[in-house]
């Protein structure tokens, strides 16, 4: 795995790579796309496929050139209102290589927002929580009750030791672990949901 810092919104690019075989997923392709090719050239990769972690622009906007430049195929959430080539489920898992990408749904940020799970190790959590804090409610799609669902029903419960890798370079740094977020993100102090609901309302 790669982690790319791109663009003006502190955004990350993923590389998930397969180096039995030279090929990669890209996860989020947005801006400064020249760095990644370059990358990719020097280590002899193939592109296979583009997983978006929601539709929002910022993780979005290098899809077409990508997929042109590669012919790679277009992996999002069944409910992203995009162009895509196939359509992800809570649940689902794609074996890429000798890995494995399990799929959890965790709306909130936006409807169609996901986590990855790579090889039971990592999780690229998108703009569902970063170092410190959540992704934004007041955006379409956006929904307190649904952003607490997703904490508090499903990353909450995951394996303290994965690794999380966000969406945006919004905290103290670049990685965390599910264990340190649920020590020291507030997200993950609230005692109910009328508590969390009234708290991200302000």
């Keep these: 795995m790669e982690q790319f810092l791109v ?9 998930l790579i397969d180096e039995k075989n030279n090929s990669c997923i890209i996860v989020d392709p947005s801006w400064d796309l020249e760095v990644i090719f370059e990358y990719i050239k020097k280590n002899a990769l193939k ?22 430049l590669t012919g790679a195929k277009i992996m999002q959430h069944t ?15 794609i074996t890429f290589g000798n890995s494995t990408i399990d799929i959890i749904h965790t709306p909130g940020h936006s409807k ?24 934004r409610l007041d955006l379409p799609g956006g929904s307190a009750s649904e952003m607490f669902d997703s ?15 966000p969406g945006h370079h919004y905290g103290s740094k670049k990685t965390s672990s599910i264990r340190e977020e649920k020590e020291n ?12 609901l009234s708290f991200m309302s302000k």
């Design 47 to 68: 592109i296979n496929f583009i997983i978006n972690t929601h539709s929002h622009f910022d993780h979005t906007i290098g899809n077409e050139q990508v997929a042109k």
């Design 185 to 196: 993100n507030f997200v993950f102090k609230f005692k109910n949901k009328n508590e969390f």
């Design 112 to 135: 169609d927002s996901i986590c990855l799970i790579l090889d039971n190790k990592m999780i690229l959590t998108g703009d569902t929580i970063f170092v410190g804090s959540c992704g």
């Design 79 to 93: 409910s992203s209102p995009l162009h895509k080539d196939s359509a992800l489920e809570d649940g689902d898992r």
């Design 151 to 165: 904490i508090y029903g499903k990353l909450i419960n995951l394996d303290s030791e994965l690794v999380v890798l």
């Design 7 to 15: 663009g003006e919104m502190a955004n990350f690019t993923y590389l």
